[in-house]
């Protein structure tokens, strides 16, 4: 059974191409709260965040459309996301490390290229490392490599559990949407306050 329900509100494309920066800020921070609080908050995440799914309502809330690619969270983010955010914003990559070989993520006598990890972390963690952060198309393009995957060997020796594969994906598509939205905001105080382990 389908059941849809009228949405009123602007598109998020039309913020993109024309929203004030004051709109653009607000959308991109309930964004970020969307996506990272709920697997928190229902142990759902929207899988599929790009503009055609979102839209501002009058009220200035975010509407959210087309819940066909969710994944079930039912214990809230899987246990490395937090800490490994939290390391990779310290720029404490052998720490991410650990937390990856606990994990399984690098499985036992497995040698890993802390560089390469470096590179792969670095842009999912660096716009929660200060207190509020910019997005913009530039910066997605420096890094957007590294997030969506090159082919280099880092990809091939991580032993990536879907649960963390759908995390990454959803980090990486949307920090693409933040970074058309050209906004800036406090995103770090939405991981102190929704992924588990983020803080020490």
């Known amino acids: 059974m389908i059941v849809t329900e009228w949405l009123d509100g602007t598109p998020l494309a039309q913020v993109i191409a024309d929203g004030p920066q004051e709109v653009r800020d607000r959308a991109a921070l309930r964004l970020v709260r969307f996506s990272f609080s709920s697997p928190v908050r229902c142990g759902y995440l929207h899988g599929d965040p790009h503009p055609g799914n979102f839209r501002v309502t009058p009220d200035g809330r975010l509407g959210v459309l087309d819940f066909g690619a969710v994944k079930a969270y039912p214990h809230g983010h899987p ?46 963690a660096e716009p929660i490392a200060a207190e509020s952060f910019t997005f913009t198309r530039d910066w997605m393009r420096e890094r957007g490599l590294y997030m969506l995957g090159d082919g280099t060997s880092i990809f091939r020796t991580l032993n990536v559990p879907p649960d963390y594969v759908m995390s990454f994906r959803v980090l990486t598509a949307g920090y693409g949407l933040l970074s058309q939205l050209e906004a800036t905001a406090p995103f770090r105080a939405e991981a102190e306050r929704w992924i588990p382990g983020f803080t020490a």
């Open 79 to 124: 246990p490395a996301v937090g800490p490994m955010l939290r390391y990779g914003a310290a720029d404490d990559i052998e720490g991410v490390a650990r937390v990856f070989r606990e994990e399984g993520v690098i499985r036992d006598g497995v040698e890993i290229d802390l560089a390469a990890l470096g590179s792969f972390v670095r842009p999912y």
